[in-house]
């Protein structure tokens, strides 16, 4: 009986091990399945993100074209003075021609508001390269309106009444004209990538925001990373532990985590308001943006400089090396991979900020392409809230396009982080 007892007593403890195991199997089991069902979660969030932008934006990269015969009347042209020739009254007298039963000056009015007001300007630009063209007729694919390029693209239903769509229904007969003659085409919309903003849709590009970015980010650039990794090394290696020390290591931790608003309001009352410095120049933003990634790059360059073994900077030191010259010449170059990866991630931080620069006044509207760093400019982010924030449909694919142009550096900025944290980080 006793030796049944002593047997029967270590068979339960076994039997109480084995069935805390198992729940502990079937929680961490459970634990997985959620860890999955998370990403999942967060890849379709993602997925459906991506998938909306997309389906809005890719007609940003197509513009309708509508071909007109015109006659470039030596009465309208001056040949002495090609800039200030009657080049609207050519286009308008071209579409009078292919519809001579359009009477009235409203349906006149709706008849010339088929294509952009910038055909005149290419009308232009087309006689001021062949001046031999003026007396001659001929044909010429000009940028169509937005309405009519939104319409053209299928985003307007023709069955609707016609009071609750913006293009009626003699522009739709004239559209289906166009359509059976062969004289309008959806194209790849070089436009949006080479030129500036414009109140016109069909006009409007992100050259300009793109170059301006370019300014920004580079001022950004040069201010930041000599000074970021010169304090990081300083911080790391020759600064005291002492209080003052330890203070500033705070605020630094601390400023990274500042809404970004707190250092365009900096900007504006130190840069602009105390110092005079003109106001939605790239100089500027790139001093703001400056201040805004300068705690980024100095937490990871220490970071980098904190993952150098010290027998690196021990055995310089030990062959009689300086203790500069253990950091600049064998410490530093093995930090440089993180740092650098630290760098291009604030970088792209900075990229995508649009709240610092509103303050400073880059929510201009800026037509010309900037040609240096103290012009007027604006960045991609600001570029996409102005459209985003303008009533014309056909402003919507180019706030999307804009967005997948953004969303495309940014990824690039991080693939270039990534390359570089993999071709040169060392293991130790």
């Known amino acids: 009986m006793n030796n049944q007892q002593a047997d029967t007593a270590p068979r339960r403890a076994i039997d109480v091990i084995n069935a805390g195991m198992d729940r502990r199997k079937r929680s961490e089991k459970r634990f997985q399945l959620l860890g999955k069902l998370s990403i999942a979660l967060a890849i379709g969030f993602l997925a459906m993100l991506l998938g909306s932008i997309v389906s809005k934006g890719y007609g940003a990269f197509q513009q309708t074209y509508v071909k007109l015969d015109v006659h470039l009347d030596a009465a309208k042209i001056d040949a002495e003075n090609l800039n200030k020739g009657n080049y609207s009254g050519v286009i308008k007298e071209g579409l009078r021609n292919m519809f001579p039963d359009v009477s009235g000056r409203r349906e006149k009015r709706k008849l010339y508001s088929l294509v952009s007001q910038s055909a005149a300007y290419q009308l232009q630009a087309k006689v001021i390269e062949e001046p031999g063209l003026i007396g001659q007729a001929i044909s010429i694919w000009v940028p169509a309106d937005d309405e009519v390029d939104v319409f053209f693209k299928g985003h ?20 289906d004209h166009f359509i059976e003659q062969n004289r309008i085409e959806k194209r790849f919309n070089t436009t949006f990538f080479n030129a500036g903003d414009s109140r016109n849709p069909e006009s409007a590009g992100i050259w300009g925001a793109v170059v301006g970015s370019f300014y920004t980010l580079l001022v950004t650039l040069l201010l930041s990373f000599p000074v970021g990794v010169a304090s990081a090394i300083y911080l790391e290696e020759f600064a005291p532990k002492n209080k003052f020390i330890d203070f500033i290591e705070v605020n630094i931790n601390n400023l990274a985590a500042v809404p970004s608003i707190i250092f365009g309001l900096l900007g504006l009352a130190i840069f602009i308001n105390f110092f005079g410095l003109p106001r939605s120049a790239s100089f500027v933003g790139g001093l703001v943006l400056t ?138």
């Open 156 to 175: 307007i239903n023709r069955d609707i009444a016609e009071e609750d769509r913006r293009i009626k229904d003699n522009q739709i007969r004239w559209i």
């Open 291 to 428: 201040l805004m990634t300068l705690p980024t790059i100095i937490i990871s360059s220490r970071a980098a400089l904190k993952s150098v073994p010290p027998s690196i900077k021990q055995a310089a030191l030990g062959v009689g090396a300086s203790p500069m010259q253990a950091i600049f010449y064998h410490v530093l170059p093995l930090a440089m991979p993180g740092i650098l990866t630290g760098t291009i991630l604030g970088m792209a931080q900075a990229l995508g900020e649009s709240a610092p620069l509103l303050m400073i006044g880059m929510v201009a509207f800026i037509v010309d392409i900037p040609a240096g760093i103290f012009d007027p400019s604006t960045v991609l982010p600001v570029q996409i809230f102005l459209w985003a924030d303008s009533p014309e449909r056909a402003f919507l694919e180019r706030t999307s396009g804009a967005i997948m142009v953004l969303l495309g550096f940014l990824v690039l900025m991080n693939m270039v982080a990534v390359i570089l944290r993999k071709q040169f980080e060392r293991r130790w």
